[in-house]
């Protein structure tokens, strides 16, 4: 088949390229009125593509044999080279081609009918020649009214080159088939293995039931023997009841005494258990007390530290300064903001890591105007936050060893801004 449809694509070549020059200048020159051209009335370098691309050769081989009025006995090639002699003069072959090709690209016909002009008519045909419809595009452009001699040639042009790319595609699909042979034996090959392994899976499969079965019928065969023994065993206990009096009530009264003494042993754990939670309880109370203890200290402190606070000098005017004091005791806090608020500052607090949480403390910073770092009550990474804060912003910092209230004073009398 491929030597076969190389000839035809051969004669197609031949036809379409022969002497352009020549053949162009033998053209019939298109009709200036509205009819459509026949097919005998079309280049004879036109008959080979028109019949190859628009007409398949069993269709043909129909028409042939209709219109001869026998059954024609030639191969493709020469049925195809005769239908291309016939079609170059009217004749019964020619027109029955004519009606089938009409009849076959119907629709295509009806659009080219809108085309009045040469430039729209070859507008149509780049655009039909893109699509599916490539023979019916190829018979409506060549045998409309305003088919030039120069865009018959540019169409069979197209045409010629496309039979070209058609062979190729051709001679791909016949190397890509025989690669899927290939293919297909290997994988063939691979699905003899697999069938191979399956029946082993199978048989190894059926011979493992057999066993499972054969251990089926051994634990069947323990199961009755165990149920016969559990059968003996009652009834030498029914013998044995019979033959000692009372032996229930004792076997009653002795499962009491088991149950009573697993319940002495759960109470005393139990009590165990609540000894201890009250002795934990009560470590609890005691170190509670020593923290109320701890705050009273703290709170009695911070009241004297109030009273010695008013009576130091204030520091100098810190007005519209947001001063930030990083660490320090709890109880003191309210002091700090008092001392710093008479100053005519905004205090700011953070305990240094220990409750707050670090990451607040970027925040708390980039707020500040100044900052006092008490380092005795801070973390080693607050610290380092402040200091590297402080200094790469330019913020003035003093850092203040122990936290005391003359220590603030100290520090607040330091961050005044030089008069």
Known sequence: MCDRENKLIEVAVRHATAGSGTQAATLPPAPSGSRRRRLWELGSHA???????????????????????????????????????????RGPIAEAVQRELDRRCALALRQTALAKTTEALRTWWCEASQGKDLAGALWATLTHARCTTALEHEVLGEVHMLQHQVGMGRRVDLERFEALVDQNSVLEHELRNAVQRCTRQADEHARRCDEQQGQLME????L??????????????????ATV???????????????????IQDLERALNQMQQDAERHKRRADEQAAELLRRDAEAALAEREIAAASAIDTPGRLDDCAVLCVGGRPASVPLYRHIVERTGGRFLHHDGGEEESSGKLEATLAAADMVICQTGCISHNAYWRVKDHCKRTGKRCVFVESPSTAGLKRALVELQPAH
Do not use: F, M, N
């Open 47 to 89: 008959h080979c593509p028109v019949i190859g691309v628009c007409l398949p050769i069993h269709a043909l081989r129909r028409l042939v044999t209709k219109a001869a009025g026998a059954q024609a006995s030639a191969d493709d090639y020469e049925l195809h080279c005769g239908a291309i002699t016939d079609c170059k003069r």
């Open 219 to 222: 634990v069947r065969a323990q």
């Open 245 to 263: 009096p009372g032996l229930k009530k004792r076997t009653e009264l002795t499962s009491q005494a088991e149950w009573q003494a697993t319940r």
């Open 224 to 241: 009755i023997a165990r149920d016969t023994a559990c059968a003996q065993l009652r009834e030498e206990l029914q013998a044995l009841h």
